[in-house]
């Protein structure tokens, strides 16, 4: 009994971190936990996936309430991006029935790791036209939109092929290798929409809602989800979701890039390991 208790606790205590981190840097913190409990906890599979998405509904619920209070979460951009990442989810699943994603895998985590690396890169400087780089000017392709944040005083533009393209992507990569598409659109809202990092992580969060709500729903008629073994995950990661709201609320934008970037290398890190113990 004992033994029970302490697992617990433990299982608590990872599943609280790994949210405090995750709802920082907008990922939600599933690339990371189901690892753990199939590894360490010794989880199968499908109970792993069943019990973190059922556990990231209450957190990214609580992520998204509280930043909306504060004026971060962009609505229009996280729905007009969740649409196509949905079909691509299922163009993902649908392409792996004619191609092996296996050998892809390892490439795909080495293009993670550099993307994740350069975010500690430093940045060129704009030329004295104003010139905002490439994704800048395919932005600008119509129709396109400037969505004002009036309570941050930010504004930024997209052009709608950008937001189906990188949402088709974002999607097809998900279903492709069978991860969480999650930390992936992060990054796209700061590097390809020049969003600030604030209002990317909080947006991101507020996708998860969706795609955690839609998932958890399949894997509980599949019956993947065991309550008694999610309820400490989803204690952990509720309760970490409010302490990283509040880390997060903190940060400058520039230190919670280097720490996407750091989620990003952990993240390519992870997904080289899974690769190697197949």
């Given amino acids: 009994m004992e033994t029970v208790i302490i697992i617990t606790i433990i299982l608590i205590l990872i599943s609280f971190t790994i949210s405090m981190f995750g709802s920082v840097v907008g990922f939600g913190g599933g690339i ?20 973190v998405m059922i556990s990231l509904i209450p957190s990214s619920l609580i992520s998204t309430y509280l930043n909306r209070k504060e004026g971060f979460v962009d609505f229009k951009m996280g729905i007009l991006l969740e649409i196509p990442t949905i079909f691509g989810v299922v163009l993902g699943t649908l392409l792996l029935s004619y191609i ?24 060129g400087k704009k030329d004295k036209k104003g010139n905002g780089g490439f994704f800048y000017h395919l932005n600008k392709y119509k129709p396109r939109y400037i969505i004002k944040n009036t309570k941050n005083h930010v504004a930024y533009r997209f052009s709608v092929w950008m937001v189906l393209f990188f949402g088709l992507l974002a999607g097809t990569l998900a279903g492709l290798f069978g991860i969480g598409g999650g930390f992936l659109k992060t990054p796209i809202m700061l590097k390809v ?53 509040r880390l997060n609320l903190k940060m400058k934008n520039k230190t919670l890039e280097k720490l996407i970037g750091m989620g990003l290398v952990l993240a390519a890190l992870v997904m080289m390991s899974n690769f190697i113990i197949k």
């Fill in 32 to 51: 990371f936990m189901v690892p753990i409990l199939i590894t360490v906890f010794h989880f199968p599979l499908t109970t792993a996936v069943g019990s």
């Fill in 100 to 123: 092996s994603a296996e050998h892809l895998e390892i490439l795909f985590a080495i293009l993670v790791l550099f993307l994740g690396i350069s975010f500690f890169l430093k940045k």
């Fill in 193 to 245: 929409f020049k969003m600030p990092a604030k209002i990317a992580t909080a947006t991101a969060l507020f996708m998860i809602v969706i795609t955690s709500t839609t998932e958890t729903f399949s894997h509980f008629i599949l019956g993947h989800i065991q309550f008694d073994k999610a309820w400490p995950i989803m204690l952990g990661f509720a309760a970490g979701a409010l302490g990283g709201q």
